[in-house]
């Protein structure tokens, strides 16, 4: 999964081709060996050198014009998106596994830029999984620091552009200085509206119908509602996601050739329609996304219905 270190940006091409990253400014990134080694590194050093792309910004103006092949009114409300392959990405180019985490915050920078451009209104990154916790621990640390640092670089970008942060998850095994940074983050954003990012960190479908269920139990216990109350809606209404009017994913899609949700916005997936890309989620951009709307908008949705 990747974070949003999005200190490192990408310089977003205007045109509908592939996007390729520019050349970075020459930096050090300490990555412990355990984890993050590789033959091709020099101890625990890694130097990427180049020099300092053009700044990056999020689209200009309230709506761009769409790349050929795409209806504006056919566009997904909300996008949720399973960021996998980083690891692989790496070990395939005999790079630190860390510098697979760095690349694939440089996909989801771009994957925020295109959705303001195109008037997408909610994305749904799978960042950390509750499962995730099963990793070494000096990975899950990188990861941690990772989405602390882009955060901190950030937020003032988001106000700037009116981009939303909220948080689905348990935080409350996050460490405090992270939890007060995205409880900071989510209060100084919470009245923009031209996108929705919703980032899942600690997350589990399961834990979250779970408590969902809870919390309808309780009403119950109290004398608030009946069981004979309860319904999707209710159900719908005590879920993470109710964060956003749009809960519900038009399109989830899910980089690295795997074919399966794993644990993700289990009750929220319901009927929303599935792209499987082959791409590693850091190769993943313009080009990708694209087909993958354009996949989208090829589809007739019929929630359980017959043919118009």
């Avoid at 949720?80 to 596994?97: H, K, Q, S």
């Avoid at 405090?176 to 980032?199: F, G, W, Y």
Wanted: charged fraction near 25%.
């Amino acid at each position: 999964m990747a974070f949003l270190s999005l200190h490192l940006n990408p310089s977003l091409s205007s045109s509908p081709l592939r996007i390729r990253c520019a050349p970075r400014r020459s930096l050090v990134i300490k990555l412990p060996s355990q984890v993050f080694s590789s033959a091709t590194a020099s101890g625990n050093d890694v130097m990427l050198n180049g020099t300092p792309p053009p700044p990056s910004h999020y689209a200009d103006g309230n709506s761009a014009v769409l790349p050929p092949g795409l209806l504006r009114e056919l566009m997904p409300r909300h996008v949720a998106i399973i960021m996998d392959g980083n690891r692989r990405w790496a070990r395939m180019r005999g790079l630190p596994v860390g510098l697979g985490y760095e690349a694939g915050v440089r996909a989801l920078r771009r994957t925020v830029e295109l959705c303001c451009k195109w008037d997408v209104r909610v994305l749904t990154v799978f960042a950390f999984s509750s499962d995730n916790w099963f990793r070494p621990k000096v990975e899950t640390d990188f990861l941690m620091g990772l989405l602390e640092r882009g955060l901190r670089n950030e937020l003032q970008r988001f106000v700037r552009e009116d981009v939303r942060i909220s948080l689905i998850g348990d935080s409350s095994k996050l460490l405090k200085p992270l939890q007060v940074l995205l409880a900071d983050a989510m209060e100084i954003t919470k009245n923009n509206s031209r996108l929705h990012l919703i980032i899942a960190v600690n997350y589990s479908g399961q834990s979250d119908m779970v408590q969902a269920c809870q919390k309808l139990a309780l009403k119950v216990k109290d004398g608030l509602i009946e069981p004979e109350d309860i319904n999707e809606f209710s159900v719908e209404r005590e879920l993470e996601t109710n964060c956003t009017d749009f809960p519900y994913p038009d399109l989830l899609i899910r980089t690295s050739g795997e074919l399966r949700i794993s644990n993700f916005l289990l009750w929220q997936l319901a009927y929303t329609e599935l792209y499987f890309a082959d791409s590693l989620w850091p190769d993943f951009g313009e080009d990708e996304f694209l087909e993958a709307l354009c996949s989208f908008q090829k589809r007739q949705r019929r929630y359980g219905g017959r043919n118009s």
